[in-house]
């Protein structure tokens, strides 16, 4: 009975191409974050959605485009994918008003791989 | 700097202390937190300190936080071989709306 769950967990693809990773949460969070953790491990925040609207966009290149169709679910999709993509995508989602002292609930991560 | 610093390894023996530091950048935020990732996995929450506190103890992890240095510790009492594992603090900033992670300290426990 995950809470955040993420798919697909591995994802090899080529240059240029475009894909989609997908995130639902079953906590009933208000808030839904795309977190991007490099070679270096170092974890970078992408995009942060409350109630299906955007409130975080850190200078995240156009390409990629998050979707929230419903509060539980926070899609993002990548065009044109370049090999500095390569990365693991991390979900996460917490309650309203941010986190608080409950923290974010991660999900287990999609491993990308632009060859 | 902008980035929220944490030394990039730590070696302990199975059955010491650890503590792993973090110096963090908005002295500002009203929440700090402590990350715990093993291989291959997503980010588990540890524990988390409120601003206006200067120590947490929950079981064998305690929490230090100097508001003045803007610096976070994390102790680990009797550390384990299950232990070792990357080690992220984070403070929440933007307003509430935005967890900022340290870089990382790899923790490796030796037998």
């Known amino acids: 009975d995950t809470a955040v769950s993420q798919t697909p967990k591995y994802l090899v693809t080529q240059m240029g191409n475009d894909k989609s990773i997908k995130c639902e949460q079953n906590l009933g969070h208000d808030t839904m974050y795309w977190y991007k953790q490099d070679s270096k491990k170092f974890l970078k925040i992408m995009f942060s959605y409350n109630n299906k609207e955007l409130i975080i966009n850190e200078t995240v290149p156009n390409r990629f485009s998050p979707k929230s169709p419903d509060k539980a679910h926070l899609n993002l999709h990548i065009n044109s994918l370049e090999l500095g993509d390569s990365a693991v995508y991390f979900c996460?989602?917490?309650?309203?008003?941010?986190?608080?002292?409950?923290?974010?609930?991660f999900g287990s991560g999609t491993r990308l791989t632009v060859v | 700097g902008e980035d929220v610093e944490q030394s990039l390894f730590l070696s302990v023996r199975e059955g010491d202390s650890s503590v792993i530091n973090c110096t963090y950048t908005?002295?500002?935020?009203?929440?700090l937190y402590w990350y715990k990732q093993e291989p291959g996995a997503g980010l588990q929450l540890l524990t988390y300190i409120f601003s206006n506190m200067d120590m947490k103890q929950d079981q064998r992890l305690t929490v230090l936080l100097n508001k003045k240095d803007k610096h976070l510790s994390l102790r680990i009492a009797d550390t384990q071989t299950g232990d070792s594992a990357i080690y992220f603090c984070a403070e929440l900033t933007g307003g509430g709306n935005k967890l900022t992670f340290g870089t990382g300290t790899q923790l490796k426990v030796e037998l």
């Open positions: 996460a989602s917490s309650r309203e008003g941010g986190a608080a002292n409950y923290g974010y609930t």
């Open positions: 908005d002295s500002s935020s009203t929440y």
